[in-house]
């Protein structure tokens, strides 16, 4: 079992940064990966990035790739936490932000691949 805290998150304006966090308890095992999603209201959920816990593999949507960074900080098998971070932010990037993982070595960009998600937080982009 695998337990996900999302943290961060706000209001910033375009052209600004922000970061927002996951943090994970559980059977998080170096090589699972782990993924961010978004959904901005009357929208699909939608993949932004994912990483092994390990951060050997990274993968991003165009939307977010040369913008966006994720980067795992391993403070134990216990307690993990899964960074991303934003730069450069449109009103586009507007959405609740998500981290899920799933108990697998590959990753995925669909939500159903995964298996535990996050509360979610919010981040809003002003023009």
């Known amino acids: 079992q695998v337990q996900l805290v999302e943290s961060g998150g706000g209001l910033v304006q375009a052209g600004g940064s922000l970061s927002v966090s996951c943090a994970a308890s559980?059977?998080?095992?170096?090589?699972?990966?782990v993924g961010w999603f978004r959904q901005a209201p009357g929208k699909e959920r939608e993949f932004v990035a994912a990483?092994?816990?390990?951060?050997?593999?990274?993968?991003?949507?165009d939307s977010v790739k040369g913008r966006f960074a994720i980067s795992p900080i391993s403070r134990d098998n216990a307690a993990r936490i899964m960074y991303l971070r934003m730069n450069n932010l449109k009103p586009e990037d507007t959405a609740v932000y998500y981290c899920a993982t799933a108990d697998s070595f590959q990753i995925a960009t669909t939500p159903s691949s995964y298996n535990y998600w996050g509360q979610g937080t919010q981040v809003t982009v002003s023009s």
């Open positions: 990483s092994s816990w390990s951060g050997r593999s990274t993968y991003y949507s």
């Open positions: 559980g059977r998080t095992l170096s090589n699972y990966v």
